[in-house]
DNA sequence: GATGAATGAGGGTTCATTCAT
DNA sequence: TATGAATGAACCCTCATTCAT
């Protein structure tokens, strides 16, 4: 491999590592100060890159923060899926999802924080597309629970969406609250909530 | 009763609408473009006011939200102090503080939109005194719960905090938010509520 | 007269003068760094004000140099409708109407560089209602020259618009660059422009 | 011939392309968004050339658009010149002189765009050896219009300027301003130019 | 008390220019 | 030589706040 090529994919490797620690110093900075007490040029300085840098990825500041909250939105998205797709019955899939949401809140809060505090935002709906997406893979999670008999059939899917998805967010994100050094959840704390979630869903 | 007795009452009766206005103002714009996005000479402007007037009143645009917020949280534990007071029953208390909601979103929307957009950011920390102030209503209520055995032990003061007031929010929200124009509640939105919670909590 | 009155008479001359320093400070730096080169920022601390009393008064920096610029054309057009109510003679019309940009020229300079600079860009075409004006009272000019039998029916009204007002800027303006500094117009400039005109003209 | 000669002289035969798109780009951005509106990098972008290309050749900006400037005045002035050494005759010189501006208008319109846009701005003086070079041409023309009776004697080199120059640029733009779209320039519109202009010289 | 004109710091964004490749 | 990603100063504009009235 000669030397040019090399470079190209250290560049790359830079690159990368640019957008990502803008993504990063956004999900901080919007979580921090909320969507407006952002600045552009806040988290660009936390991001340690210059602010046009910015815009030469982004059209703007609100098409940034929207395009992290969907990737976010898609993440969970695709582990719904995986989780389907694995063929496992309704109590596997719910214990799975909780367990991904509390492996993602000790690897990488500042997304559950992100989610937590944009979702409740009359600003940023979410796209049509990402709404579907979410209630299609809750439509056959709710299917695979009706047909097994775990799954009370008085639930919608909205309350679905409620319990696993809402309910779980801000169930962590209390306790990112009430704890505000960095916190490390105990295995009882995601036992309780799977408590709390399959006692609502059967 | 002289004249000027008289236009000091009236004065104050048009302070007291003015002040109003101004809560609904900042409650409309807050929850329509965020904290961020809600400037005080808009809010000033909505409220019929002079920009100034908003300053001789609160200290700064943070101030203001902030009261306002614990102005709306503080109406809650009043409603739930008046519940507990009446001597009630635990599902009587459940099913009125449920009902209190829902009437709260069909006469001040507003103010359950607001509620939904503050209680998720991280620059709005509810102070010591709110919190405690709801933590020991909670508390109560638990204890009448224990008492009747209608409430399962192993759900803690933080959960029912999660169940009742924060899920309710959202479940309203959600409600909120599927329906862009203006929204009837059903009974049977009510109904639903109720069922999950009672479901979750015995 | 009490003294309330009086504040308000002098408030009222104050701003007239705050927006009539904005007036000169646009016009001077559009003119020495053109429109890109003259920045609000600028514009307003070369006219004593604060940069944000700019966008009290008008929505944006293009819309303060077109409005200006429309204000310059409408005092010209106003110039073309009084010579034209004197019911004066074609010759004299014309002949007062040069002494009146030589006037401007020698009293507000400025405002001939402006239009100097802005009469050639292709992003500020004059407004319809502008034109419309202006070609209405060359119109009017030509026709009473017709009548008189002093100009020569060849020309359009774009001819006389192009000898009349583009032809006395440029002339004016090429003065303005020979001499940079400040220039008395003398006698003899106006006559010989008359002389070119005239020519033009019969 | 090598093959290396070769891939020299096309790299050449690119470059002046490549310089020559840069220019037709750079009059055209800044015909149509004046000179700050003009960025180098959109102007790359139209050139189809790489932004940084543009500096190789270039000192900045402000460089590209006044030598450009400079190019396109030389080019007026080596017609001049290349009339007057053909020893044509006063009113054959005059008469090709507008004849030329009216092919550039249709073969190049973009070269008269330009001059229009920027003649008129302070912040572009042309240099006293343009200047000069363009007096000593006009001053020549002068002389034979003397010598040949053909010519007033009351007209300065600035008025001769003003006319054959100036004034045929305005009297072509106002056409391009009057026509939006794609503009074919009769006979007659450049017969009628020529009448004025000789008008104003005999 | 009540007003709203005025301020200027700071917002989002662009762009002339550089420089590592 | 030629590239275009990256920079950061400076752009236009907004807005929380003040204060003369």
Same mark, same amino acid.
């Given at each position: ?17 640019? *957008? !990502? ?24 300085? %936390? ?34 899926? %995986? ?10 899939? *719910?214990?799975?999802? *909780? ?72 169930? *962590? ?7 505000? !050094? ?21």
């Amino acid at each position: 491999m000669n030397i040019h090529l090399l470079l190209i994919i250290m560049a790359r490797i830079v690159d990368t590592e640019k *957008i !990502e620690r803008l993504k990063i110093a956004t999900m901080k900075l919007v979580v921090e100060h909320g969507y407006g007490g952002a600045s552009a040029v806040l988290i660009a300085k %936390e991001a340690k890159v210059a602010s046009g840098y910015f815009y030469l990825h982004y059209k703007g500041k609100y098409e940034m923060v929207n395009r992290l909250l969907h990737d976010v939105y898609q993440e969970v998205i695709n582990k719904l899926y %995986e989780l389907i797709d694995q063929g496992s019955g309704f109590n596997e899939i *719910i214990d799975n999802l *909780i367990k991904y949401f509390f492996t993602l809140a000790s690897k990488e809060p500042i997304k559950l924080k992100f989610l937590y505090v944009l979702t409740n935002d009359y600003s940023f709906k979410i796209e049509e597309d990402v709404k579907a997406a979410i209630y299609e893979t809750i439509k056959k999670i709710k299917q695979i629970g009706l047909n097994s008999n775990d799954l009370d059939p008085r639930l919608s899917i909205d309350d679905m969406y409620l319990m696993l998805v809402i309910n779980s967010i801000q169930y *962590i994100n209390q306790r990112f609250k009430n704890n505000q !050094e960095h916190i490390n959840f105990s295995n009882e704390d995601q036992i309780h909530l799977l408590y709390l979630i399959h006692k609502i869903l059967k």
